[in-house]
């Protein structure tokens, strides 16, 4: 059975300030390089600031720990660390960090849901609440309290109820609803 969870390589190295321009116009190359293997997710380099020593880190996604192994024995990036290698000074530190589903909360790893299903929920229960809390409100005190005040009282009970008890159940059943049909598909 295979990973699939994302997994991050860090490298830390650094390079002659003489060969910087040098240094940049591979690390161009290098991410086009990236951009096209199956399952790159992100690069991220970091370089030190003007005058500084320090080290420059490069922090690289891959969707899984699979597609990422797959990058590290590609002849083409053999062939970009090797014409990168020339303008290093110094040790090279590569770190690889995997299981990060445990970071990344219960989805695991799975895309964010699409902001048109969030709005969509959340409207329909703001709508729905708000008729319920205005009904109960009448029932309770229907001439008290009035105008500002009770639309205001209303709708913090509103929000409330939305942020903490209805929007996240509502997403958690849509992601098991969509699980369940994605697997039924496959």
Do not use: C
């Not at 895309?111 to 299903?117: A, D, G, L, S």
């Not at 929920?121 to 008290?144: E, H, K, Q, R």
């Amino acid at each position: 059975m295979t990973d699939t969870s994302p997994v991050l390589s860090v490298i830390i190295r650094k390079f002659r300030k003489s060969d910087m321009p040098a240094a940049n116009e591979a690390l161009v190359r290098f991410k086009q390089a990236l951009e096209m293997h199956p399952g790159f997710i992100e690069v991220r380099h970091n370089a030190p600031s003007q005058g500084s020593d320090d080290a420059f880190s490069t922090v690289i996604s891959f969707a899984t720990l699979d597609e990422l192994i797959a990058w590290e024995q590609s002849s083409t990036r053999a062939a970009l660390v090797e014409e990168l290698s020339h303008f290093i000074e110094g040790d090279v530190v590569k770190n690889r960090l995997d299981g990060l589903d445990s970071l990344l909360g219960p989805q695991n790893a799975a895309h964010p849901p699409q902001k048109w299903k969030i709005v969509l929920v959340l409207t329909f229960w703001v709508l729905v609440v708000g008729a319920v809390l205005s009904w109960i409100a009448d029932l309770i005190s229907p001439d008290y309290p009035v105008g500002y005040l009770r639309n205001v009282v209303l709708l913090i009970f509103n929000i409330l109820l939305n942020s903490y008890f209805f929007l996240p159940r509502s997403m958690a059943l849509l992601h098991r609803l969509e699980d369940k049909f994605q697997s039924n598909r496959s």
